[in-house]
């Protein structure tokens, strides 16, 4: 760890886009620009610090109802995929908009919280469900692990681990040796070897428990750390190869986040709790990624703001499947 630890303060953050909602997930394409989840039902090109375009999401000409776009892959054939939190399906998106649905069920069940969408460097899609309970405060709770990872390839999909614990965002290491997972209410990133179209068994990379608020994205840098948006905690946590572990972003309300882990805890929490929490810089801070033509800037998605707060790493970002 060269360059680590390193901390940063509101007065580092520069901030790109304007007028999102919900702006979750985000993805740096190498040409500068960002793609953004966005809750209006489609996804914003933010392209450059003036010009962004809004791009809602149609199925055969029409605007889709209901939908909202939570974990985005910019894929290696140029369209996005999208799994889709608001219509429960996951789903190819062409940049003008236009949807096609892969899967919306999987062992002749509907799919559950879609959350996340990763494509590996043979174009196959891995995706979350958090949990097959589709209430969601219903499913995050600490005794509960309801959710899974799924395998969407030549055209049909599978379950590849299953009984986790709200599973979020999935990260590949640099070799597609392990897939990562934030396990949002197991408090902890655990990782599964990859074996062909298939998944070891889970074991925790890091602490067993990360403390303070939830794991919700993550993202690898050039030299094998991990690092996770901690959403209620408003904190980025990095988790170094050797396991240590840093916080190099703290923006939290002490008072609020340790009523909300004391609800957490009794399982009584609500979403209006959960909400008491947002900071200023990137309002329930939800994911992660490297961008910039160095890979040295970070963005970071959220719930509950309506721009993206960004800052230089000392460390370049590892590069994702859609940039090599």
Same mark, same amino acid.
């Given at each position: ?97 236009? *949807? ?8 002749? $069940? ?5 959350n /996340? *969408? ?8 891995? +995706? ?11 499913? +995050? ?18 379950? *590849? ?18 897939l ?5 209410t ?8 990859v ?9 925790? /990379? ?19 750390n991990?690092?996770v ?43 209006? $709790?959960?909400a ?49």
């Amino acid at each position: 760890m060269t360059e680590l630890p390193f901390y940063i303060y509101e007065l580092d953050v520069v901030y790109v886009g304007s007028e999102l909602t919900r702006p979750e997930c985000v993805i740096a394409d190498k040409d500068g620009s960002l793609w953004v989840s966005d809750g209006r039902g489609g996804v914003t090109h933010v392209i450059d610090k003036g010009h962004q375009e809004f791009i809602p999401q149609t199925l055969d000409g029409k605007i889709i109802e209901g939908s909202m776009p939570n974990g985005l892959a910019l894929c290696a054939n140029g369209s996005l995929a999208v799994a889709n939190m608001g219509t429960g399906r996951l789903e190819v998106m062409a940049k003008s908009g236009e *949807v096609e649905v892969l899967c919306d069920a999987i062992e002749g $069940q509907a799919l559950g919280i879609l959350n /996340f *969408v990763l494509e590996d460097k043979s174009g196959q899609l891995w +995706f979350t469900v958090s949990s097959r309970n589709p209430e969601f405060m219903e499913s +995050f709770r600490p005794d509960i692990a309801a959710g899974y990872i799924g395998l969407y390839a030549n055209g049909s999909a599978k379950i *590849v681990a299953d009984n986790l614990k709200f599973p979020n965002e999935i990260r590949f290491d640099a070799d597609e040796e392990y897939l990562y997972v934030a396990e949002t209410t197991g408090k902890r990133v655990r990782r599964m070897k990859v074996v062909g179209d298939q998944l070891g068994k889970p074991e925790v /990379f890091g602490p067993n428990s990360l403390g303070d608020g939830f794991p919700d994205g993550i993202a690898f840098d050039a030299e094998g750390n991990i690092w996770v948006a901690m959403v209620v905690a408003e904190k980025i946590i990095v988790i170094a190869p050797n396991q240590q572990t840093y916080t190099v972003l703290d923006a939290g309300n002490a008072t609020a986040i340790s009523d909300i882990e004391k609800c957490f805890s009794d399982c009584t929490l609500t979403r209006e $709790q959960l909400a008491t929490a947002k900071g200023t810089i990137a309002p329930l801070t939800s994911s992660i990624a490297f961008g910039g033509k160095d890979l040295r800037t970070v963005y970071l998605g959220c719930l509950a703001g309506n721009r993206i707060a960004s800052f230089r790493s000392p460390v370049a970002g590892q590069p994702m499947a859609h940039w090599i």
